[in-house]
């Protein structure tokens, strides 16, 4: 069973910037595709950016590309995701993810393991 935690969420003006960290209980995540998810109240969780196990291909959501950037550490045990210019729109709770061999997909259901969340609130 794999563990994830976020951290990294607050309160930030529109066209300020948060990293947001997802942290795993394994002591690697290089064989897991990584992906970051957002859940906005009312609204079904919608894929924001993903990385593949090898971590060399990325995807990005149209509606954050160029503005967020995922990326892993060294050691591979911590998953980031760069926020920069954030909109009001961006705010939502935002789920790392984990998928074993993973291609980094799109959709939720190809994860098998779930952080619990993180809020992210831009004010505008």
């Known amino acids: 069973q794999v563990q994830l935690v976020e951290s990294g969420g607050g309160l930030v003006q529109a066209g300020g910037s948060l990293r947001l960290s997802c942290a795993a209980s394994?002591?690697?995540?290089?064989?897991?595709?990584m992906g970051w998810f957002r859940q906005a109240p009312g609204k079904e969780r919608e894929f924001v950016a993903a990385?593949?196990?090898?971590?060399?291909?990325?995807n990005y959501a149209d509606s954050v590309k160029g503005r967020f950037t995922i990326s892993r550490d060294n050691a591979k045990t911590t998953v980031y995701l760069q926020m920069n210019t954030l909109k009001p729109e961006d705010t939502a709770v935002y789920y790392c993810?984990?998928?074993?061999w993973g291609t980094g997909a799109v959709v939720p259901h190809e994860y098998d393991y779930w952080g619990q969340g993180t809020q992210v609130t831009v004010s505008s």
């Open positions: 993810a984990a998928d074993r």
């Open positions: 990385m593949n196990w090898k971590g060399g291909v990325t």
């Open positions: 394994e002591r690697t995540l290089s064989i897991f595709a």
